[in-house]
């Protein structure tokens, strides 16, 4: 089974920037669909980003189309979460899961979950 471990978040202001890493172990990390997902307080879940076994074919929720950029590096055993133009809306936890089957952007799919990372953006 894999493990995942997310980094990077914190506070930034409106229209800055952050990366998270999402680092995986235990696992042949270049088997796994690996997503990121995200919680505000008061809400469901929802998705951000996924992207395919060995990079291709990333997907994005409408709300970060354009500013949000997923990317892998299966050396590293690393997924990435690039965040520009950031709005308070996008105040939440980010999560990073995996899955071994077909690409998709349901919560309920993803076996394997990470603990999360505060992203707080302040006006």
């Known amino acids: 089974q894999v493990q995942l471990v997310e980094s990077g978040g914190g506070l930034v202001q409106a229209g800055g920037s952050l990366r998270l890493s999402c680092a995986a172990s235990?696992?042949?990390?270049?088997?796994?669909?690996m997503a990121w997902f995200r919680q505000a307080p008061g809400k469901e879940r929802e998705f951000v980003a996924v992207?395919?076994?060995?990079?291709?074919?990333?997907n994005y929720a409408d709300s970060v189309r354009d500013r949000f950029t997923i990317s892998r590096d299966n050396a590293k055993n690393t997924v990435y979460l690039f965040m520009s133009s950031l709005k308070l809306e996008d105040t939440a936890v980010y999560y990073c899961?995996?899955?071994?089957?077909?690409?998709?952007?349901?919560?309920?799919?993803?076996?394997?979950w990470g603990q999360g990372t505060q992203v707080t953006v302040s006006s």
């Open positions: 899961a995996a899955k071994t089957t077909y690409i998709n952007w349901d919560s309920h799919d993803y076996a394997f």
């Open positions: 235990g696992g042949t990390f270049s088997s796994y669909v």
């Open positions: 992207i395919a076994w060995t990079g291709g074919s990333p």
